[in-house]
């Protein structure tokens, strides 16, 4: 299969932005749908530790009740799905066990093998609490950044949204239970017709103000 | 333009691998790292402040210096092209002024149409060092993910790489000068023909384990 083109990668970065008012109407079609959990699902992490869950949110009850800890932003409830970006928060020895013995039967190797490679991922969610949820919290970020990226390549509107009550997501999405802590938001589906800020021109500082040659 | 398929996106995330061993002789074509700098540029982030630079270091001496500094990984010195992703550590109300300037520019407003945007800014940037620095370099990761699956739907393969010594990085690029830190590192160019890695099976965890309806 071929790579796309410069072109068709640059247009695509450039035709998305952070869709404030979308059209409640418009909803992803389930094999789009399908594609963007699997991307999420295909996304890098430290070690391929895979510290997630992404919650997506269908539901317009409880997409209403999340609305009002999001400063009743409207992408809340309008845009046809609501993916809540979620990362372990008890990340400890069982979970890196449980990710060896997926490697092992994955690959068709022992889990004795991997013995380097489980000590390693060990020392690293043995460190100091706060530095394994800052670490867990970045890898989450990756996963924000490939999906905004699917998303616009797939023709699909996105905003990610960092504005609203963590705590409050927990508890009306039973998180706190499982261990897991919302991290980050991105609705999607597609723009309206007057999102004003659809027509506005995308700000970024220039190339030399962001972009550092060292050659 | 019309977007890409749903299985040209998938079939390039299932390509991409953390690649271990590249091709010294293989180098990005001009055109194609252009592409990836732009697309780096064109990273959402919270505000939209873009709170980073991103360093491009090619050259040999440098990138020998930096091996040392990251736990001699061969990628380091081996890739075509290695991305330093910084975040502004010292960001502040210069930088939001700064910002909202670019602003009133890129899209002919006054700035004083900006003036609850900005304050909205600064507030976020007022809040306590260590979380405003968390913050910032989370925004980075977003910059990674997009860089590490546009490079991957070019065709171009990829590294990302959190195993070195930031305070070395910092020193060796006179980045603590500028107010800049590394946070995390990408290395990009062309796998080897024989990196063993590139053959082994993607370990992702079943879609019922990471994904979650509440439909």
Request: with cysteine; charged share 20%.
């Amino acid at each position: 299969m071929h790579p796309i083109d410069s072109e068709t990668l640059i247009h695509h970065l450039q035709w998305r932005y952070a869709t404030k008012k979308f059209d409640p109407a418009a909803k992803i079609p389930a094999a789009h749908w399908t594609t963007l959990e699997h991307a999420l699902r295909l996304t890098p992490s430290s070690f391929g530790l895979q510290p997630w869950k992404f919650v997506i949110v269908t539901n317009p009850a409880v997409r209403a009740e999340l609305r009002k800890a999001a400063y009743n932003q409207t992408q809340i409830t309008d845009a046809s799905h609501l993916v809540v970006f979620t990362m372990n928060k008890d990340l400890g020895p069982a979970d890196v066990e449980r990710f060896i013995a997926h490697i092992a039967k994955v690959r068709g190797v022992k889990p004795e093998a991997l013995e380097g490679y489980k000590q390693s991922i060990l020392a690293s969610v043995g460190r100091p609490r706060e530095q394994v949820e800052a670490w867990a919290a970045r890898q989450v970020y990756i996963a924000l950044g490939n999906f905004l990226t699917s998303a616009a390549l797939l023709g699909i509107d996105a905003c990610p949204m960092e504005g609203f009550e963590p705590p409050k997501f927990n508890q009306i999405l039973g998180l706190d239970k499982q261990g897991y802590s919302a991290v980050v938001l991105a609705t999607a589906g597609y723009r309206a017709a007057d999102d004003p800020y659809a027509k506005l021109a995308k700000v970024r500082f220039e190339p030399e103000d962001v972009i550092v040659h060292v050659g």
